[in-house]
Antibody, heavy 118, light 111 residues
């Protein structure tokens, strides 16, 4: 069974940093592009970042460019999101997802909540 | 990275059909056949319902169908059931510069 499990969320003050992890299992992790998507409380989904299968190609939403860094460790089947200079509007549930053929996001993890507040 | 435009809400009675639109540009929906749709129930992770405009993953009921015309994609839910009440989001590939673009979501209510 394909499974994605996020971790690392929590409460962090404005300006702080946090690193999220997404542990993957049930598929050949190193063969797939992976992505992070977030959802602020009561709001819609917002794409955050994506990384190619080998880790050499990365994409970022304008809202996080220069502050967030996506990376992966294919030997550990794990995806990461390093978040720096956090702001209140970064407060959200952060989901990781596998991007399959035809740019389908499937499956999604259960999400991890990041709260930026003093 | 402009968002795709979805109506904020849609509704229908059990057994009826409802269609949700998703409007983009020639740089995303109009330029590629890589539109996908997701269902999200409250407190749950999104679930893939349609990919590549009109393909259904295994396990998704055939009551769900997708289409595209020009810069607008659509999701149709036929034979509405109570469990179809959820938020629905569209996503389109937008080329190597922007990668993907998301719709703002549509809350579907089954009356």
């Amino acid at each position: 069974e394909v499974q994605l499990v996020e971790s690392g969320g929590g409460l962090v003050p404005p300006g702080g940093s946090l690193r999220l992890s997404c542990a993957a299992s049930g598929f050949t992790f190193s063969s797939y592009t992976m992505t992070w998507v977030r959802q602020a409380p009561g709001r819609g989904l917002e794409w955050v970042s994506a990384i190619g299968s080998g880790g050499g190609t990365t994409y970022y939403a304008d809202s996080v460019k220069g502050r967030f860094t996506i990376s992966r460790d294919n030997s550990k089947n794990t995806l990461y999101l390093q978040m720096n200079s956090l702001r209140a509007d970064d407060t959200a549930v952060y989901y990781c997802a596998k991007i399959g053929g035809s740019y389908r996001f499937d499956p999604w993890g259960q999400g991890t909540l990041v709260t930026v507040s003093s | 990275q402009s968002a795709l435009t979805q109506p904020p809400s849609a509704s229908g009675s059990p057994g009826q059909s409802v269609t949700i639109s998703c409007t983009g540009t020639s740089s995303d929906i109009g330029g590629y056949n890589y539109v996908s749709w997701y269902q999200q129930h409250p407190g749950k992770a999104p679930k893939l319902m349609i990919y590549e405009v009109n393909k259904r993953p295994s396990g998704v009921p055939d009551r769900f169908s997708g289409s595209k015309s020009g810069n607008t994609a659509s999701l149709t839910v036929s034979g509405l059931q109570a469990e179809d009440e959820a938020d629905y989001y569209c996503i389109s590939y937008a080329g190597s510069n922007n990668f993907v673009v998301f719709g703002g979501g549509t809350k579907l209510t089954v009356l």
